[in-house]
C-alpha cells in the first residue's frame, strides 16, 4: 500500500491530451488519511488554466471528438472497461491509499467503476429522438443534442466511481469534458483521465484541472465558456454552483448531501435488515452521500431487533487500508474533529451510546480514525436526528406506527434515499411511495450502488439524475426539427 502512487509521467494538469504544470507556482500536498502524512502533490489549478482547459474542450467539439458518431465514442468508452480491469489492483491501491477506506471497498469501487464504463459504452448509440404528429406536409422530429463542454466537479469519497459515473455519459453523449475533481482525493480520476488518452480518446475530450474548490471549481463553474455543469458534493458548495450556473443562463444537476433513514418495522426479518444497515452507516466511514445515517425503529421491534443491530455494530473493525476491516480513518483533521465534536455534542446532551465499533491495533498515531457509535434513542430536534455528519455515527430514533414512520423519516431537510424493511407488502408500497427522496429501497439497500438506478435527490439532496439512462438525458439537450415538404 505504501508504494501506492501515480506514475512519474501523470503530474500538473490534463489539457488538451497533454500533462502540463500549472501557470502558477501553486502545488498542494495529497495526505493519505490513514497515515496523517503527506505522499504525493496535485498542481493548484488557477483561473488561467481553467481557460485553458475550457479552450482546449472547445476546440475538440470543433475537432476530431466532435466528428466521431455515437457508436465511435461509445467504442472508446468500452476500451475504458478492459483499462480499468487491467490496472484494478494498481487503482485499488491509490484509491485506498488516497481516501484512507479499506483494500476491499476499494477493489469494489473499481468494479463499479469498469460498469459504468461499460454501461455508457454501451448505451451511446442507444439514446433516440421521437417524431411528432403534426401539421399536414410537415415532418416534426427531436434529436437528443451535446450540451458543448460539460463542467464536472467531484467530491473526494469516492474518486474512483464519481469519475465514471461523471464523465462517462457526459462523453457518450459526445461533450468534451473539463473535470475538477476533489483536492483532497483525486488521484484515482487523474490515472484513469492519463488512461483515457492511452485509450485514444482524442486531445480536448477530457480535461482535469486538479486544486482548491474556491479557486479551480470557483473559476470553471463560472467560466463564461462551459455549457452545463455537473456537480457532487455538499448542500452548501450546491448554493455557490447553482448561483454561478445562473449568472451564465445554463442548467446544472447537484447531487448532494443526505440524512437517509432506514425505517425498520417490528414484522422486519433481522437477518436481512441487520448486516445491511450496519453496512449502510460504516461504509467508508459514514462519509457516503447515501448513508443510512438514522435508524427509525417500531417502538414495538426495541426489544427483539435493537439488540441484533447493536450486536452487530459492536463488531465493526476500524482498521488501516490494507487489512480486513469494514472501515478505515475519515478524510482529514476536519472532518475528524466535526465527526467528534457532534459525538462530544450528543454525550454533553446525555444520549446514551448503544454500541460502539472497536478500534483494530495497529492503526497509525497520526491517522484520522474516529470512534464508529450508535446513539439512541436520539430526540427528534436534537443535530443528530436532522444534520449530515459524514462520519460512522447512527442515530437510533423509536416511533409508533406509520404514519409516524412516515412524517419522521421525512423531517429533515434532505431527500436523497430511504430504506423501509417490513414483511407487510401493502405497507412496504405506502411507505417507500410517500418518502420525499430520490431512491427508496424496500427489504434492502444499495448504499448509492446500482449504476443502472437513476440516482438523485428531491430538497436539499440537489435536483437532477446521474447515472442509469437518466444520465444521457441529463447530459444532452433536446432539438426540435420541423421539415415543411409539400
Ligand atoms: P464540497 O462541496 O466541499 O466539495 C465538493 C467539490 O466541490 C470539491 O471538488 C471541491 O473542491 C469543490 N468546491 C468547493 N468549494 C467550491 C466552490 N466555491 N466552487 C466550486 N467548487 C467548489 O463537498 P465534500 O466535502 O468534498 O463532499 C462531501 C459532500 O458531498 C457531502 O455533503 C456528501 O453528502 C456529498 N456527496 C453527495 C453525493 C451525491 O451523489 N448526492 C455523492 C457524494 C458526496
Redesign the pocket.
Known sequence: MRTATLPDHVTGLLIDGNWQPPSGAGWLDVVAPAEGAVFARIAAGTEADVDRAVASARAALSGDWGQLTAVERGRLLGRMVEAVQDHAEELAALEARDTGKPIAQARADLIACARYFEYYAGAADKVHGETIPFLNGHLAATERVPHGVTAH??????PAQ?FPRSVGPALAMGNAVVM?????ACLTPLRMADLMIEAGFPAGAINMVT????E???A??GHPGIDFIS????????I??QT?AARNHIGCTL????KSAQIVFADADPARLVPTVIAAITQHAG????AGSRLLIERAAMERILPLVAEAFAGVRVVMPGMEGQLGPVINPRQKARVEGYQARAAADGLPVIARGRMSDGLSETGYFVEPQMIGPVPRDNPLAVE?I?GPVLAVIPFEDEADAIALANATPYG?TAGVWTADGARALRVARAMQVGQVFVNCYGA?GGIELP???MKK??HGR?KGFEALLEFSTLRTLVIRHD
Open positions: 466537479i467531484i467530491p473526494w469519497n469516492y464519481m475538477k475533481p476533489a483536492e483532497d486544486g482548491l474548490g474556491r479551480a471549481g470557483a470553471l463553474s456537480f457532487i458534493g455538499s448542500s452548501e458548495t450546491g455557490a454552483i454561478a447531487e448532494l448531501g443526505g462519509q457516503t452521500c447515501s449530515e459524514f436523497l448509492g440516482f438523485g435527490g439532496s440537489g446521474e
